[in-house]
């Protein structure tokens, strides 16, 4: 498929245009550095054109059945305002919620919180009187 094709069958997702043309080169690349087979190791992944460490915590966890933890702006950003992490960047959210979190929770984290990341604890306005845990949040009531 060419750049457009896929560009125009993924056009509601954001970034399409970069999005396809990530996914027409990675074929290429994996054949390339790879032989032909998906890497499961977070380093390796981040190799592949398009995928940063959020995505290839995602593949090692859900194709390589791997222990990981997607740490998007949504889960980074949550974690800070509840007082739960005191890092700056999403990595070291990642790397401190390792050593807090039980295995077993790491993948399901990341779902739970984008959701709530849109629709509650926004980036902007915060939706901080509708929010189950006001009583918990040391950034609760202060507007951003």
Known sequence: MSEDEISELIFPVGFFRQKAKHLV??????????????????????????????????????????????????????????????????????????????????LRYNAVFVSFGQHTCRPVKPRCAACPLSGYCASAGFAR
Not at 50 to 59: E, F, P
Not at 75 to 96: D, F, W
Request: charged share 20%; with cysteine; aromatic share 6%.
């Open 25 to 106: 080169a990675l074929p290429r690349v994996i054949n390339e550095l790879f032989s032909g087979q998906i890497p499961a190791e977070i380093d390796e992944l981040c190799m592949l054109p398009g995928v940063g460490r959020k995505t290839a915590n995602l593949v090692r966890a859900l194709a390589f059945h791997q222990p990981a933890i997607c740490v998007d702006t949504h889960v980074h950003r949550i974690n800070n305002r509840l007082g739960y992490v005191t890092t700056k960047t999403p990595l070291e959210t990642e790397l401190a919620l390792r050593q807090k979190l039980p295995v077993e929770y790491w």
